[in-house]
C-alpha cells in the first residue's frame, strides 16, 4: 500500500478546497488564534525594522513565492531578497494585513487575505516610496513543540 500523500502543498490544495468558510472548523480555537498571532509578530517585525524577528515567523525550510519571480526556497535566498547586501535600504513604513479565511487541519494551516504595504527605498542618491496592495496566500505549519511557524509564502501582483 502507497503512504497518502504528506506534500504540504499537495495538503494546502486539499485543505483550500475543502473550506470555504472564515474560519475552518478543522482548527481549534487556540491553533486558529495561534495563526493569527504569528502574522501579526510577521507584521509587527517588519514595521519594527527586526530582521531577526520577520525570519524567527518562517520555518527553516520556508519557501517564498513572489510574484513574477522563481519561488525562494532557502533561508539565504529570502535574506538576500528582503535584505540584500548591495548598499540598498529598505524600510516598510505601513503594513496592513487583512486575513479573510484561516483554515486547515494540523499540523497544516493556510491563510486568506489581503495585505497593503508601504516602504522606503534608498540607494546612494536613490530615495523612492512604493505602497503596494495584493492578495496572499500562506501556509502554517505547526512544530511538535506546538509552534505555528510560516512555511509558504505566496503574494500577488499589485491590485490597481
Known amino acids: 500500500m502507497r503512504p497518502a500523500n504528506t506534500d504540504p502543498g499537495f495538503l494546502l490544495f486539499v485543505i483550500s478546497c475543502a473550506s470555504p468558510a472564515a474560519d475552518s472548523p478543522g482548527l481549534s480555537v487556540p491553533d486558529s488564534t495561534a495563526v493569527r498571532a504569528v502574522e501579526a509578530a510577521y507584521v509587527s517585525a ?21 510574484p513574477r519571480a522563481l519561488p525562494l526556497p532557502s533561508r539565504s535566498l529570502i535574506r538576500a531578497y528582503w535584505w540584500p547586501q548591495d548598499g540598498s535600504r529598505t524600510r516598510i513604513t505601513a503594513f496592513d494585513w487583512t486575513i479573510d479565511e484561516v483554515g486547515g487541519q494540523p499540523p497544516v494551516a493556510y491563510t486568506r487575505g489581503l495585505s497593503t504595504v ?33 512555511t509558504h509564502q505566496m503574494w500577488g501582483p499589485p491590485l490597481p
Open 46 to 66: 517588519w514595521l519594527a525594522d527586526d530582521t531577526a524577528g520577520v525570519l524567527a515567523t518562517l520555518t527553516p525550510d520556508a519557501v517564498l513565492l513572489p
Open 118 to 150: 508601504s516602504w522606503t527605498y534608498d540607494k546612494d542618491t536613490v530615495h523612492q516610496t512604493a505602497t503596494v496592495r495584493s492578495p496572499n496566500l500562506t501556509l502554517l505549519r505547526r512544530d511538535p513543540d506546538g509552534i505555528w511557524k510560516i
